[in-house]
Each structure stands twice: as C-alpha cells, then as structure tokens.
C-alpha cells in the first residue's frame, strides 16, 4: 500500500497533498480513481481521497505496512537486571509512504499532485545540506580524520576523494590502485582497504604506509588495543601493532576461525567482534586474541556491527537487527529481534540533542531508517537513488551518507526542541 490512510498511523500526508475529503459524507466505500491519477477536482468528493485500510492481523505476526515483530518484555543481563525497553512503546512514525520513481528521476509530470512522496525525507527532524558528486561508483567509506578541516570519502571507482568541509569543494582526487573496501580514520590517520594491501596515510605528516599480508578484498577495519584489524576476503582477521617510536603499523597476528569473508568488524568492552559471509560472529579477546564464542543465530551475511551501552547489534541480509547482551556466565545471546522488510546492510549510532540514542540502518531497498533506542520506535526515513554503503557521524547533529551512484550527501538531524546549530557546507 502506497499511501498510509489520513489519522491511521499518525500521517495524514494523504489529506494535505491530494486534496482531502475528509469531513465530508462517502456514499461508497471506494478510492476516487481520478484522484489516484492526480486529477479530482470534485469537492466533496462522493469516493475517498486516501487509500482503504489494509486489514490488520490478529496473530501479531508482520503485516504489509511494514509493522515489526517486537519482544514485549525484557530479559535478564549478566548481572540479573532485567534489560527493559527493547521493542516496547514503539508508537513513533510509522513511515511506510514510497517515493515516486519519477521524482528520483527528476521527470515526474504530476508534481505536487502526484500520489507517491515527492522527499528524500519522513520525518520533520532532517534536512539535506548538500551533495556532492564527483565518484563514479559506490561509496564505501567516509572519514574525518581528528583536527582536520577535511571530509574523505573512498569508492569502488578506485579513489579517495578529498572535501573541503567550508566550501563544499573537492581539493583533491587520489587513485589507490584497486577498489576501496572500507575507510576508516583514526586520529590523523586515514586507513583504507583495498585488494591484498592496506593503505594508511597520516594527514599530519603526510606519511603513508602500504600493510601487506591481506588476501583478496579487505571489506572491515577497525582500531582496538593500540591495534588495527582488518576482515579479508579470504575469511582472515589480519592485525597489525602500531609502532609510536616509528610512527607505523607492525604485523602482529592473524586470527582464524570464518569460514567466509569477514564484512563487519567493532571493537567494544575489550572485545573485537567479526560479522562474515559464513552467517557467523565470532567474539575475540583483544589481550589474547583467542575466540571466546562465535554466534550462530543469523541466516545469512552479517553486514554490520554496532556497540552500544553493554550491548551489541547486528544486522544481516535475513532482514533482522539483534540485539545481544551478555548471560551470567558472560556469554553474549539474543535478547531482542527487530524484523525489516528488507535485507540490513549497515548500522551507524549516534544522540540527539537530548542525549538519546539513535539507530540509523541502511536498508537494502534503497531507504536509511531512524529508530530512537532501545524502543526501536521509528522517527522517519531517508530515501537515496541507491542502496547507502556508507555512514559517518560528524558534530553538531551532522551525518554523512554515501550511495551505491556514487553520490555523498550531507543531512543534518536535529530533532524536535533541539537549535540547529551553523553548519559547515558540507
């Protein structure tokens, strides 16, 4: 269904787009077929101007509309306290609406009378600053490094490009000899993967380091415990020491255990965690580098890892976000299963101006949708061209997408009762 019904879900998009009947008496319970083409000018109108209501189920199980799966109550964590709020009071927005094809195009005839979503946006907490366009394929990383006044951002069109954050301006465009898998930053240093190698390079001292030992595509980077690791497509965890006296990276280990390219990598609480193709995470200790469990409960690729508070999130291409805390006996389980309609291919936290948790997941059906945290209650949706591969948090509310066109963009999200504070161009 396209268009959720005036008052149904708390939308009434409907009525103040394509001239509401609402108020007046409907002899039919039937859709005005001139108003979906955009063309009623009967008012009242005798037929609906809003869709009728999709019936609902009484089983709780998903219904069209997109509504999830949710636990009501709340488990217990390592130490027996109950883990309350994940999934419950999920009465937020419900923003299901799609947007119009031709609209993405730039060709769509009907304008503001047409019946589909003429935004990239849901939501009255999110504006788009800017875009910038320069890379001729995906976006697959996006960096600022500390005391910097640049944004980076790498691409399968085997670049980093280089963003003036005042001007908006590409200052520079660096070929790094293969597609770049991921991009991190970590103080003033820029990491990228590439194919059999990682690239760093200091911003400050204008350095570089070409890491050798990686086997195929490196898809995850991740800093923890002075060490940097890298997911390979040959299912190795590769980790490297950083070296102060000489201002670079040693080799240090290498972990084995995935079956599969390891995708997602994050380090929390004094423990790395690998998400890969084989469905699996696997949890490491960062002194020992031993596994100390691997996790099964996915069904197919773990695409992305996040850390919050005393739990860990994990989204898959099986169209899940888990959430996961730890037993009285330390081992992680799945406290929560938030359910999409579409396969989840990246997780990136940040708070509001109230201080409060915010879930952004990049789905796979070409929208990021916002959840505040833990009730995963959502606040709206974001829409791009194609699917987003890549996000960055930056300050003052600022975050930072990049899209399989190639195309980053700069959205601002700032929330009821929050001042927008002045902005960077970019």
Same mark, same amino acid.
């Given at each position: 269904m396209d268009i959720n019904p005036a008052g149904q879900y708390g939308n009434?998009?409907?009525?103040?787009?394509?001239? =509401? =009947?609402? #108020?007046?008496?409907?002899? /039919?319970?039937? *859709?005005?077929f001139e108003w979906q083409a955009g063309r009623c000018n009967r008012h009242p109108c005798r037929f609906l101007h809003s869709e009728l209501p999709q019936p609902m189920s009484t089983h709780g199980a998903t219904s069209r509309r997109g509504h999830h799966q949710g636990l009501a109550r709340g488990y217990s964590g390592a130490a027996g306290a109950p883990i309350s709020g994940w999934g419950k009071d999920r009465e937020g927005r419900k923003a299901s609406d799609k947007i119009c094809s031709y609209f993405i195009g730039g060709n769509c005839s009907y304008g503001d009378k047409c019946r589909f979503l003429h935004s990239w946006f849901i939501g009255d907490s999110f504006s788009l600053l800017t875009s910038l366009q320069g890379h001729q394929n995906v976006v697959t990383g996006i960096a600022l490094p500390s005391e910097s006044d640049k944004l980076y951002s790498g691409s399968?069109?085997?670049?980093?490009r280089v963003w003036d954050s005042q001007t908006g301006q590409c200052t520079g465009v660096f070929s790094v000899g293969g597609e770049v898998g991921c991009m991190i930053s970590e103080g003033a240093w820029i990491i990228i993967g590439v194919p059999n190698a990682v690239k760093a390079w200091n911003t400050k001292t204008a350095t570089d380091q070409n890491l050798d030992g990686p086997i195929g595509q490196v898809y995850? +980077?991740? *800093?923890g415990n002075d060490m940097l690791f890298a997911g390979t497509q040959d299912a $190795?965890? +590769?980790? @490297?020491?950083?070296? /102060?006296a000489g201002n670079c990276f040693e080799p240090a280990a290498s972990l084995n255990g995935h079956r599969l390219a390891v995708v997602s990598l994050v380090v929390g609480v004094m423990k790395l965690y690998s998400g =890969? &193709?084989? $469905?699996?995470?696997? *949890? @490491?200790?960062?002194?020992?580098?031993?596994?100390?469990?691997t996790l099964t409960d996915h069904s197919s690729v773990v695409m992305s890892l996040l850390c919050w508070d005393q739990f860990l999130l994990s989204s898959s291409l099986d169209q899940t976000i888990k959430v996961w805390a730890a037993t009285e006996s330390g081992n992680l389980e799945v406290k929560y299963t938030h359910?999409?309609? $579409? #396969? /989840? +291919? /990246?997780?990136?936290? &940040?708070h509001d101006a109230q201080a409060k948790p915010v879930l952004l997941c990049s789905c796979n059906d070409k929208s990021i949708h916002i959840y505040d945290l833990p009730s995963f209650s959502e606040r709206g949706k974001i829409f791009s061209k194609k699917e987003v591969r890549a996000m960055e948090v930056g300050p003052s509310g600022l975050f930072f997408t990049g899209d399989g066109t190639g195309e980053l963009k700069e959205p601002e999200i700032w929330f009821p009762l929050c001042i927008s504070s =002045?902005?960077?161009a970019i």
């Open positions: 009434n998009r409907s009525c103040q787009r394509a001239g =509401s =009947s609402q #108020g007046a008496a409907h002899s /039919v319970n039937k *859709v005005c399968k069109d085997e670049s980093v995850a +980077l991740v *800093v $190795h965890i +590769l980790a @490297w020491k950083f070296n /102060v =890969s &193709m084989d $469905h699996t995470i696997k *949890v @490491w200790d960062l002194s020992t580098l031993q596994c100390l469990q359910n999409e309609e $579409h #396969g /989840v +291919l /990246v997780l990136c936290g &940040m =002045s902005c960077p």
